[in-house]
């Protein structure tokens, strides 16, 4: 039945010798999903209108000698995976290798412009641009890893009795229960934040919203910066949350729709790279203004970052399948050429545009709502990968790692056994040892990332995850032998292991396992699961280390281990694969899978896209 909503087309190309070649455009990437109502009319795939002509475009045009026409693909065609139909195009090209050019194909017998701005990798334009907006996720980091160093000054005024200097109090004593709480407020902001990003972006922009987000960034370190009571500092810290929320919804978001397929698993993972980058990059100067009244300098840097930001975003193109959807096509298409600096962005916007006179054919059909995604009670099931989706967000935070994050320092003080002055010494054993924990988890994601394409996301999972259950075990064995170097050791091991892949892939999860007509709804209900979760284990990690002593990082084994079961028996494989061969193949209830799922050999044709 879905297979009839949409046709797949092929540009045919006529080259100077009369020969024609065919390009499929395998716009149908993603399946539609609709109520699943009896007896209701499916509209067909438009054509696109006469007048439209990808030719506008000035900076990257199709060859003079070529003219392009469509028609529709064999079912031969559609039936083959789209990784077999781009096999044909690629099995002849060569890589530019050249360093000072983006590796692109080079032009073939099949007659591909070597500029195609579909097959490039990373080029310099979408880099920068990517970082720009990056920041953001930078911003987040050094917000969540900003209070690591300075805990035991603030909660414990361990730099000396609380002394009051200009109206401001050199510490903000309170105990270790109201001290987690006010470190899971900002998971708490975060988790607000998340939910309205989406609606708001998608109505006034992303590059606008990330700009109107660092306002938020800007009150909550003014407010953590100038606080002289818990309750102050509490609010600050809740909305630079409400920042870091908006931002890790909005970044991954625009990076994903101005990323090309071949830079797809990289700038995937490159949010959660920004996140460990101002993490360490708080813990670098924290070594320096982790003393009183320094540690407020330390907050206003976020400030800092924000107008930065919001000053380099004026250079920032608008997403350009953001304003493709609005109707805006010419800037749409000025904003692609942006990201595809000295490429052949024909091709690529017509993708664009078909995809998007889909959608519009099926607009009269109100979308499914998200009870109904959550039920099944959808033209295609995807219970399964939606299930998948929401446990990844989840277990990312469950692992334990953002304890490691916000608490090190004092976990570290606790093993080693310093005394008051050993602490007030800055920096101490513990904080050097923070410090060393933060940039091994930033140069464990860039090895994640470049092993992921090629070992595939499940086994990637699967080995992180097994290995982070492990380093927790390790934790506890060296806790409770009171071996110190072990100890650092293992939280040095279990922060590597876990940023390479499970720390990571979460943020992969949705925009590969899910069709664009429900990525809206999960990503928002992901991302809350996400937040709040993040906010059980920052608010109860300090109560569990009370609790628990040496054994504080038994539960964390279990957790881990159960994302390592789930690695085995329930996560899909998305390497290489476009949405809708990912959803022909899980979709359904939850079930269990195989290395090779058994839907992947019935072939089952890519659904359309709506």
Same mark, same amino acid.
């Given at each position: 039945?879905?297979?009839?909503?949409?046709?797949?087309?092929?540009?045919?190309?006529?080259?100077?010798?009369?020969?024609?070649?065919?390009?499929?455009?395998?716009?149908?990437?993603?399946?539609?999903?609709?109520?699943?109502?009896?007896?209701?009319?499916?509209?067909?795939?438009?054509?696109?209108?006469?007048?439209?002509?990808?030719?506008?475009?000035?900076?990257?045009?199709?060859?003079?000698?070529?003219?392009?026409?469509?028609?529709?693909?064999?079912?031969?065609?559609?039936?083959?995976?789209?990784?077999?139909?781009?096999?044909?195009?690629?099995?002849?090209?060569?890589?530019?290798?050249?360093?000072?050019?983006?590796?692109?194909?080079?032009?073939?017998?099949?007659?591909?412009?070597?500029?195609?701005?579909?097959?490039?990798?990373?080029?310099?334009?979408?880099?920068?641009?990517?970082?720009?907006?990056?920041?953001?996720?930078?911003?987040?980091?050094?917000?969540?890893?900003?209070?690591?160093?300075?805990?035991?000054?603030?909660?414990?005024?361990?730099?000396?009795?609380?002394?009051?200097?200009?109206?401001?109090?050199?510490?903000?004593?309170?105990?270790?229960?109201?001290?987690?709480?006010?470190?899971?407020?900002?998971?708490?902001?975060?988790?607000?934040?998340?939910?309205?990003?989406?609606?708001?972006?998608?109505?006034?922009?992303?590059?606008?919203?990330?700009?109107?987000?660092?306002?938020?960034?800007?009150?909550?370190?003014?407010?953590?910066?100038?606080?002289?009571?818990?309750?102050?500092?509490?609010?600050?810290?809740?909305?630079?949350?409400?920042?870091?929320?908006?931002?890790?919804?909005?970044?991954?978001?625009?990076?994903?729709?101005?990323?090309?397929?071949?830079?797809?698993?990289?700038?995937?993972?490159?949010?959660?790279?920004?996140?460990?980058?101002?993490?360490?990059?708080?813990?670098?100067?924290?070594?320096?203004?982790?003393?009183?009244?320094?540690?407020?300098?330390?907050?206003?840097?976020?400030?800092?970052?924000?107008?930065?930001?919001?000053?380099?975003?004026?250079?920032?193109?608008?997403?350009?399948?953001?304003?493709?959807?609005?109707?805006?096509?010419?800037?749409?298409?000025?904003?692609?050429?942006?990201?595809?600096?000295?490429?052949?962005?024909?091709?690529?916007?017509?993708?664009?545009?078909?995809?998007?006179?889909?959608?519009?054919?099926?607009?009269?059909?109100?979308?499914?709502?998200?009870?109904?995604?959550?039920?099944?009670?959808?033209?295609?099931?995807?219970?399964?990968?939606?299930?998948?989706?929401?446990?990844?967000?989840?277990?990312?935070?469950?692992? &334990?790692?953002?304890?490691?994050?916000?608490?090190?320092?004092?976990?570290?003080?606790?093993?080693?056994?310093?005394?008051?002055?050993?602490?007030?010494?800055?920096?101490?054993?513990?904080?050097?040892?923070?410090? &060393?924990?933060?940039?091994?988890?930033?140069?464990?994601?860039?090895?994640?990332?470049?092993?992921?394409?090629?070992?595939?996301?499940?086994?990637?999972?699967?080995?992180?995850?097994?290995?982070?259950?492990?380093?927790?075990?390790?934790?506890?064995?060296?806790?409770?032998?009171?071996?110190?170097?072990?100890?650092?050791?293992?939280?040095?091991?279990?922060?590597?292991?876990?940023?390479?892949?499970?720390?990571?892939?979460?943020?992969?999860?949705?925009?590969?396992?899910?069709?664009?007509?429900?990525?809206?709804?999960?990503?928002?209900?992901?991302?809350?699961?996400?937040?709040?979760?993040?906010?059980?284990?920052?608010?109860?990690?300090?109560?569990?280390?009370?609790?628990?002593?040496?054994?504080?990082?038994?539960?964390?084994?279990?957790?881990?281990?159960?994302?390592?079961?789930?690695?085995?028996?329930?996560?899909?494989?998305?390497?290489?694969?476009?949405?809708?061969?990912?959803?022909?193949?899980?979709?359904?209830?939850?079930?269990?899978?195989?290395?090779?799922?058994?839907?992947?050999?019935?072939?089952?044709?890519?659904?359309?896209?709506?």
């Amino acid at each position: 039945m879905t297979a009839d909503l949409a046709d797949n087309v092929e540009t045919t190309q006529e080259t100077d010798d009369g020969a024609s070649t065919s390009i499929g455009l395998a716009i149908a990437d993603e399946p539609v999903l609709l109520p699943s109502t009896p007896g209701q009319p499916v509209p067909s795939l438009p054509t696109r209108p006469a007048n439209y002509s990808a030719s506008d475009n000035t900076a990257g045009s199709v060859p003079s000698s070529t003219s392009t026409s469509t028609r529709p693909i064999d079912n031969h065609y559609i039936d083959s995976p789209a990784s077999n139909r781009n096999s044909r195009i690629n099995s002849s090209s060569n890589l530019d290798s050249k360093k000072d050019k983006p590796a692109i194909l080079e032009g073939d017998e099949k007659g591909i412009s070597r500029t195609d701005s579909r097959y490039s990798r990373l080029n310099r334009s979408l880099l920068l641009c990517a970082i720009a907006v990056a920041l953001s996720s930078i911003n987040y980091g050094w917000v969540i890893g900003s209070v690591n160093i300075p805990a035991l000054v603030i909660e414990e005024c361990s730099d000396g009795p609380e002394t009051w200097t200009s109206g401001f109090p050199s510490c903000v004593p309170m105990s270790s229960i109201m001290w987690g709480l006010v470190v899971g407020l900002t998971p708490l902001g975060a988790w607000a934040g998340s939910m309205f990003s989406g609606v708001v972006a998608d109505r006034f922009g992303r590059k606008r919203i990330l700009i109107v987000n660092n306002a938020f960034f800007v009150a909550g370190a003014l407010l953590s910066s100038t606080s002289t009571s818990i309750v102050q500092l509490g609010v600050g810290r809740f909305v630079s949350g409400i920042g870091c929320g908006v931002a890790s919804n909005l970044v991954s978001t625009y990076n994903s729709e101005a990323a090309t397929v071949r830079s797809r698993g990289f700038l995937g993972g490159f949010q959660q790279l920004m996140i460990l980058v101002g993490l360490f990059l708080s813990q670098v100067v924290s070594i320096g203004l982790s003393a009183a009244p320094l540690w407020r300098v330390l907050f206003s840097i976020s400030a800092g970052l924000a107008i930065f930001q919001t000053l380099v975003l004026f250079f920032v193109p608008e997403s350009p399948k953001f304003l493709a959807k609005k109707g805006r096509m010419e800037e749409s298409q000025a904003a692609l050429q942006r990201l595809r600096t000295g490429l052949d962005i024909s091709l690529e916007f017509e993708d664009l545009v078909a995809v998007l006179d889909t959608r519009a054919a099926n607009a009269a059909i109100p979308p499914p709502t998200l009870w109904q995604v959550l039920t099944g009670k959808t033209e295609v099931d995807l219970r399964h990968l939606v299930f998948c989706v929401l446990f990844l967000m989840m277990s990312q935070q469950w692992s &334990g790692a953002k304890g490691v994050m916000f608490y090190s320092t004092e976990i570290l003080s606790s093993t080693f056994h310093l005394t008051t002055s050993e602490k007030q010494h800055i920096p101490s054993i513990a904080q050097l040892l923070t410090l &060393g924990i933060g940039a091994i988890g930033a140069v464990a994601v860039i090895v994640g990332m470049n092993i992921l394409d090629k070992a595939g996301r499940r086994t990637v999972l699967i080995v992180s995850s097994l290995s982070t259950s492990i380093c927790a075990a390790l934790i506890v064995v060296g806790s409770k032998l009171d071996l110190g170097p072990l100890v650092a050791t293992a939280m040095y091991l279990f922060n590597l292991v876990f940023q390479s892949g499970a720390g990571f892939i979460p943020y992969l999860s949705a925009s590969e396992l899910l069709p664009y007509s429900v990525l809206g709804s999960i990503s928002g209900l992901a991302a809350s699961v996400n937040c709040l979760t993040l906010f059980i284990v920052s608010f109860t990690f300090p109560i569990l280390d009370k609790a628990l002593g040496s054994y504080l990082f038994t539960p964390f084994i279990a957790t881990n281990f159960i994302t390592f079961l789930f690695g085995v028996f329930l996560m899909p494989e998305a390497k290489g694969k476009p949405v809708s061969q990912v959803v022909a193949e899980y979709q359904g209830p939850i079930h269990l899978v195989s290395a090779v799922s058994p839907r992947c050999r019935k072939k089952t044709p890519p659904l359309p896209v709506v």
